[in-house]
């Protein structure tokens, strides 16, 4: 008996390294699954200028890079429109937050964009000198926006139309956005329409008055589009799906304008506290959602102001099977 109850140990011995083998192996395969796994995260590179309109960008990067779930995100920052525009038309980055008329005329050019969500709702203001009570009084007199290409230049339009004015009533200039409270404050101009912060600069510094928000000339106006390349949608369809989730989530958080905000919309743009606090108050995050009548509305005008001859059809250029699906 004792030969037999020393071979029974030998052979449970064997048994035990072997067994322990077998989970050094499997946690081994384990591991490197987990690596592989993490190693696959992609990476959606969306393009950006740095204004007050693109914070629910800046809050879902927060969000997602600190606890990255099934992507990164990687906000890719530009200095002008026409880069960032060259840039997702070529590829570059996946998407773009951006002037909702210049992805207009990219899709019109045939860049197989698509609008997935709107970067925000009203936000714009007309900033005009002291002098200036009334739009009659800019018969004659200089006014700035960033592009003729913009929402900018809508409001400019509307704003003439209501007044029984024209273009040709007041001299159109086009200035780089930083200049503009600089430019009225000495004089050089008598009143801009521009994307935040800048306008609340020059109201908070004393230097310029609003004369409009951009909701008094057109309610609900569209200005900052969120736009997907078509062929990143195509690819990655799930990926879509959870950004446009997270990206609806952040626009809601930013609602609350709290110090959290605040604290993150200051890593990417400078301006103080007062002029943010500005801003904050004629901007709208919440219904991202771009309804077919309200596209419909910005091509007519997009027509008139010459911006565009054919713009495409809602359902060509507007996706909304991404935003439908955030619950």
Known sequence: MGKYKYILIILT????????????????????????????????????????????????????????????????????????AEALNAGKVDGASMLIELAVKAKEQGIDLKAVALGHRDGNVVVVSKDISKAEDLRGKNFAIPSKLSTHNILLHIMLKNSGLTYADVNVVELPPPEMPAALAEGRISGYSVAEPFGAQAVAAGKGKTLFESHELWEGSLCCGLVLRNDFIQNYPDLAQDFIKEYVNAGLKAELNDEEVKEIISKFLKAESEVLDLSLQWISYENLRLEEEEYNELAQYMVETEQSQNPPKYSDFVDNSLIDRVK
Do not use: M
């Not at 990067?61 to 920052?77: A, D, I, M, R």
């Open 13 to 84: 011995f064997i048994i035990i390294a072997f067994s322990g083998c077998g989970r050094k192996e499997n946690f081994t395969e384990t591991s490197q699954n987990v690596v592989k796994k993490e190693s696959e995260i992609k990476t959606i590179k969306i393009a950006y200028i740095p204004i007050t309109h693109a914070l629910p960008l800046y809050i879902e990067n927060e969000v997602v890079n600190k606890n990255p779930g099934n992507f990164k995100l990687e906000l890719v920052k530009f200095g002008s429109w026409p880069e960032l």
